[in-house]
């Protein structure tokens, strides 16, 4: 159990597990930090493309040469939320979803939902479609394990 106590700009914490204290020491008005800007941007248009590029945002994180996960799956009604084949296939076929890359390298699961991207270039741009365009859409970027 960790127990914490704060007395105006000083945190002290005791770890009955560990049986040691620790000390925090905030000086009082003490601005906020920046928050960091996400370093993919996504969006869509109205048909049906998804679009992952580099966050244009000033502050944000370089992802080149970086490997990340792009998922993306419609959105479930009541206790289904998973990707499911019947959905869609990402690939080339007829009836397939595509995917194409501008500046950077990718591969595709083609038997589910993920696309691993690569950037060479800060101006990247990965675009997957098209979806169907009445059904919500959950898209999710990730950096790679």
């Known amino acids: 159990m960790i127990r914490t106590l704060r007395l105006g700009s000083v945190v002290l914490r005791y770890s009955s597990f560990t049986k040691s204290y620790a000390a925090s020491f905030f000086p009082v008005g003490m601005p906020e930090l920046p928050k960091k800007s996400a370093p993919f941007k996504i969006t869509s248009d109205n048909k049906g493309d998804v679009f992952v590029r580099n966050s244009s945002e000033p502050g944000s994180l370089s992802v ?3 490997p990340f996960t792009v998922k993306i799956r419609y959105e479930k009604v009541g206790r289904g939320r998973g990707y499911s084949r019947s959905d869609f296939i990402l690939g080339e076929g ?17 038997s589910g939902n993920s696309v691993t991207l690569t950037p060479s270039a800060e101006d ?12 919500n859409l ?6 790679t394990k």
């Open 124 to 135: 990247f741009e990965l675009k997957v479609g098209p979806f169907d365009t009445n059904r």
């Open 138 to 143: 959950d898209v999710r970027a990730n950096f």
């Open 94 to 110: 007829a009836g397939e979803i595509k995917v194409r890359a501008k500046n950077a390298a990718f591969t595709y699961d083609a």
């Open 64 to 66: 080149v040469g970086i």
